[in-house]
């Protein structure tokens, strides 16, 4: 997609063939039917979350095939679990699948970060046993990034973010207000209410765009936009 963007076109094919050949070994060397999980070795000894995370964000797997390796994912209690910073990748995988309610309830960890008195963030959960060593660590600060782009769900459209998509993962949320900044150095700003199915409020942008939300696409217009 960069490559793209900056109209690298043959490079951009050369990558994407590339990818295709790569996801190809991926699903024969390390996919255990048993399991309907990738395993991390050619083996098939060891699973982890990690694995199961880029795979998926990666299409290596795809159609009921990558559904399968989801719930399994979020199921399994035997998955090496992925720690603080990798949970960004882990965090992509729920929304992928529009689970944003899982990435809600795993935030406990930030939680606990407050009850601790901390105004930073850690690097790895405290325990009485072991120091987090570090409480000033930016990996860890990735939540922010996806409660505006995933749970808010403002993301650029096009390259350059020359355009914008709001599509809302809400997740049980009643109601949203959030703001992203546009390279123009005016705000993109939504401010959101749920009921059941039912989505209203404004979205302000200053580039046009798209609001997606349960199957419907409505044009946003530059300026304000009642929903």
């Known amino acids: 997609r960069v490559e793209k963007a900056m109209g690298n076109n043959h490079i951009a094919k050369h990558w994407g063939k590339l990818a295709e050949k790569v996801a190809a070994s991926c699903r024969k060397t390390f996919w255990d039917e048993s399991r309907q999980l990738f395993a991390d070795d050619p083996a098939k000894r060891h699973f982890s979350e990690h694995t199961q995370a880029l795979m998926l964000l990666a299409d290596a797997a795809k159609g009921e095939k990558a559904l399968r390796c989801f719930e399994n994912l979020i199921s399994d209690k035997d998955l090496v679990r992925a720690t603080v910073y990798f949970k960004y990748y882990l965090f992509e995988t729920y929304f992928k699948f529009s689970r944003g ?98 989505a209203s409020g404004t979205v302000s942008t200053p580039v046009p765009g798209v609001f997606e939300w349960k199957g419907r696409s409505i044009p946003l217009e530059i300026g304000k936009n009642h929903l």
């Open 101 to 198: 309610d899982i990435f809600l309830k795993d935030l406990d960890l930030w939680r606990s970060y407050v009850a601790l008195g901390a105004t930073t963030c850690l690097e790895c959960p405290e325990t009485a046993a072991k120091s987090a060593r570090s409480d000033c660590h930016a990996w860890g600060a990735h939540p922010v990034y996806f409660l505006r782009a995933r749970i808010a769900g403002i993301m650029p459209l096009e390259p350059y973010f020359e355009k914008v998509r709001i599509a809302p993962q809400p997740s049980g949320l009643k109601s949203i207000k959030a703001e992203w900044p546009h390279p123009s150095g005016k705000m993109i700003s939504v401010d959101l209410t749920f009921n059941g199915d039912v």
